[in-house]
């Protein structure tokens, strides 16, 4: 079982930044792959960005060059740093986590609202 707990969703002007983060109550060193989707009202969920089971980082094309996934070891947590926000970034945020122990597991943080004004 792995408990996600995100936090820094708000309201921000366009244009502004914020920092998402995702406490994970499992080592992330055992999680194949993490990341950040949303979900915006009427649409379907969507990956933002995400580390993948090799290491590597993913970015939606909607968000290369303006937001950056990140992790720190120490703290078992994930970072989505948002740059340049758009009000069509507006979104409930998740976190998402793959473990893969004989089977596949799949954990789903509660969501953080991130509401950008124009």
């Known amino acids: 079982q792995v408990q996600l707990v995100e936090s820094g969703g708000g309201l921000v002007q366009a244009g502004g930044s914020l920092r998402l983060s995702c406490a994970s109550s499992?080592?992330?060193?055992?999680?194949?792959?993490m990341g950040w989707y949303r979900q915006a009202p009427d649409k379907q969920r969507e990956l933002v960005a995400a580390?993948?089971?090799?290491?590597?980082?993913i970015h939606a094309d909607s968000v290369k060059g303006r937001f950056t996934i990140s992790r720190d070891y120490a703290k078992n947590t994930v970072y989505l740093q948002m740059n340049s926000l758009k009000p069509e970034d507006t979104a409930v945020y998740y976190c998402?986590?793959?473990?893969?122990?004989?089977?596949?597991?799949?954990?789903w943080g509660q969501g953080t609202q991130v509401t950008v004004s124009s």
């Open positions: 998402n986590a793959e473990v893969v122990v004989k089977h596949r597991y799949e954990y």
């Open positions: 499992r080592n992330i060193f055992t999680i194949n792959t």
């Open positions: 580390f993948t089971s090799n290491g590597s980082t």
